[in-house]
């Protein structure tokens, strides 16, 4: 997925392999292998460590640097001076607190305050940063609401059943789109397991529309910041290439392309 050269340099061992913080509701390893080894699979297919972030466990760096939560559930923002792109991964509900509004439509039982804590904290430190930020899912969600957004509570029609096959439906991507740019073309099928999103009127300021649903051309499934580098979230799960075509790699390699030059600033 990366140039020839990048791969060169990390053969020599002349540059450090990317840093690429994962969050997380649980460090626990057991919770890791089930829940996001998808993401963490992404980051070490292209020679990176991935390095996981929950609001229940410390973390360590590969350099033995170590960094402990709050009973909140924050990290120190300084870690993301170490790391070199964050990847805010699929999960539950973000509290309607968090964006003004009563519970009206969010599952409860799926809310973490503590994982909200940790990953708006986060979420904006980063931007703050220019850290490139891949927002998946949950993830483009809590982002959202961390620049500022808010959020439809409920929608129908696009969560995949329980025990069921993958449900799938095309997005449009806006033209002139950065999306647009990477994945070089004007439709794209994605996988489908959320139950809340964004519509215009909820988008956060700083952010732009990049697709919209098919059919339901209200609903923000992609959207971008033109103030940063390289900050995208999307409302599918691209972690799971193996059910998406080539496209969704794209992004990846964009992504991962951002990292590096990050890293060597």
């Not at 961390?146 to 959020?151: H, L, Q």
Request: proline letters at 6%; a negative charge; glycine letters at 8%.
């Amino acid at each position: 997925m990366l140039a020839m050269s990048e791969q060169l340099e990390r053969e020599s061992g002349s540059k450090r392999p990317l840093w690429i913080g994962i969050t997380t509701k649980h460090g626990r390893s057991e919770w890791v292998e089930r829940n996001t080894h998808n993401y963490v699979h992404r980051v070490e297919e292209i020679g990176a460590i991935p390095v996981i972030l929950a609001p229940d466990a410390s973390v360590q760096l590969p350099d033995g640097t170590n960094y402990d939560v709050d009973a909140s559930g924050r990290l120190p923002a300084a870690i993301l001076d170490r790391l070199d792109a964050l990847i805010l991964s699929g999960g539950g509900d973000v509290h309607p607190e968090r964006f003004g509004q009563p519970l009206a439509g969010a599952e409860q039982e799926s809310i973490d305050l503590r994982r909200d804590e940790l990953e708006i904290h986060l979420a904006q430190a980063a931007l703050a940063r220019d850290l490139p930020i891949f927002a998946i899912c949950r993830g483009c969600q809590v982002l959202n609401v961390a620049a500022g957004g808010a959020m439809v509570q409920h929608l129908d029609g696009h969560r995949t059943p329980t025990n069921g096959p993958t449900s799938f439906h095309n997005i449009a991507i806006e033209p002139g789109s950065r999306l647009e740019s990477i994945v070089q073309q004007g439709e794209l099928p994605v996988n489908t397991f959320h139950h809340q999103g964004m519509d215009a009127a909820s988008l956060a300021p700083i952010f732009t529309t990049a697709a919209v649903a098919e059919p339901d051309n209200w609903l923000v499934e992609a959207y971008e910041s033109r103030e940063h580098d390289w900050v995208l979230g999307v409302q599918w799960h691209p972690e799971r290439a193996f059910e998406l075509e080539h496209g969704h790699r794209r992004i990846w390699e964009s992504f991962f392309d951002a990292a590096t030059r990050t890293r060597v600033r």
